[in-house]
């Protein structure tokens, strides 16, 4: 699904030096490269802090801690999604509830966000899903109705951007109470390892994210609040820093595949393309089709023969999950996160995708199709 070989071996002996470089200062916790980083993300960001740890799903539960959620809070989250948005609701023993998303964008619907809302909800997460951001005018305005927080999970959209009605432009993460990421080898900005942070343009919550990343300590060995202990390493901080040069490009890298798989599959009646929000950039984490009465897996090992991967994003709703049993849900209730689940399936989508390669994946599944 991605190449993460080929992309290396483009900027080798960049890569290579800057780990030497943090293998010879030896300072592989909080050294010079992770502050550089940071800095170099907040003007890249134009958000006031990014406070970097040690993966996504800790970044979520982090954010969530310095909000101050209490168990029993309700947080409304997406059910079309990657399990770690509910995951850190239910460990904090907070309150996850589910809602449907929009057939078009996949992104959480606004409208059903409001119905969730009871005295009991504090926080909002919505996730910018493959790459495009979330109805991010609609969630604010909710959000500041009913006094919310919003967390975004842009795990999958950084450096995608968003224009407000008014034309303020903002990026992915850096318009909610807090942002959260993950630099997770596979997703857009991916170091070599886990890693992840945090944005947050206020100063009094930028400085909870510090002390609880870091054990609750803001003295050394004095401890205010309880932690955890959620680093980005240097050696990761020394690859980000190069590839965060390059994120531009490699979201154009994105689109300009994208655009190729629009045109093969554009006319074909059992593959629906990715529906564009006009509000957002999309910065294709994944390119994902809906497709109408085909066998997804047939096609997934017709691709597989000819080494093609394609992946199933995501094959199970949260609440059919048999990790988060809730009698609130049954099947049937979210009828088109449930649709979904049953029709999408996502292609190769990377950065060192060549003209050849999306022939061969494009024909080969025009083909099948038949
Ligand atoms: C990848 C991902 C995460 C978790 O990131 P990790 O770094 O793997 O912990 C969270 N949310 C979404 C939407 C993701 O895609």
Do not use: W
């Not at 040690?54 to 999604?81: K, R």
């Not at 050394?220 to 390493?233: A, E, F, I, P, T």
């Not at 490009?249 to 529906?275: C, D, H, M, T, V």
């Amino acid at each position: 699904m991605v190449d993460l070989k080929t992309q290396y071996a483009k900027i080798k002996d960049e890569i290579d030096q800057a780990l030497l470089n943090v293998l010879e200062s030896t300072a592989f916790i909080n050294g010079p490269e992770v502050k550089a980083f940071e800095e170099e993300m907040e003007r890249y960001l134009e958000v006031k802090h990014v406070l970097s740890c040690a993966n996504g799903t800790d970044a979520l539960q982090i954010a969530m801690m310095a909000l101050g959620l209490v168990p029993g809070d309700e947080v409304i989250t997406s059910n079309f999604t990657f399990v770690a948005s509910a995951e850190v609701i239910a460990l904090l023993n907070l309150k996850p509830v589910l809602v449907d998303v929009l057939p078009d964008t996949f992104n959480i619907d606004p409208a059903a966000i409001e119905c969730a809302i009871t005295t009991k909800t504090k926080a909002i997460v919505p996730v910018h899903l493959f790459g495009q951001c979330a109805n991010m005018e609609s969630i604010l305005a909710i959000a500041k109705k009913y006094n919310l927080f919003v967390i975004e999970d842009n795990a999958q959209a950084i450096g995608a951007e968003y224009t407000f009605s008014d034309g303020t432009v903002k990026k992915a993460g850096c318009m909610g109470d807090i942002g959260t990421t993950s630099f997770f080898p596979s997703k857009n900005l991916g170091c070599y390892g886990d890693g992840g942070a945090l944005m947050t343009n206020n100063d009094a919550l930028a400085g909870k994210i510090r002390v609880i990343a870091n054990h609750g300590m803001r003295v050394k060995y004095y401890h205010d609040s309880v932690g955890v202990n959620s680093r980005l390493d240097s050696l990761q901080a020394a690859v980000l820093r190069i590839k965060l040069k390059k994120l531009d490009e490699y979201s154009f890298a994105r689109q300009r595949a994208a655009e190729a798989y629009n045109k093969a599959f554009g006319g074909i009646k059992q593959l629906r393309i990715p529906i564009r929000d006009p509000k957002s950039t999309h910065v294709f984490h994944q390119y994902t089709l809906l497709t109408d009465s085909i066998d997804r897996f047939a096609l997934q090992e017709f691709l597989a023969k000819r080494n093609i991967p394609a992946m199933v994003y995501y094959p199970v709703p949260l609440h059919l999950q048999k990790a988060y049993p809730d009698p609130r849900y049954k099947k049937g209730d979210f009828p088109v996160t449930e649709e979904l689940c049953s029709k999408v399936i996502s292609l190769p989508m990377h950065t060192e995708l060549t003209d050849a390669q999306i022939r061969l994946i494009t024909e080969s599944v025009i083909e099948y199709i038949g």
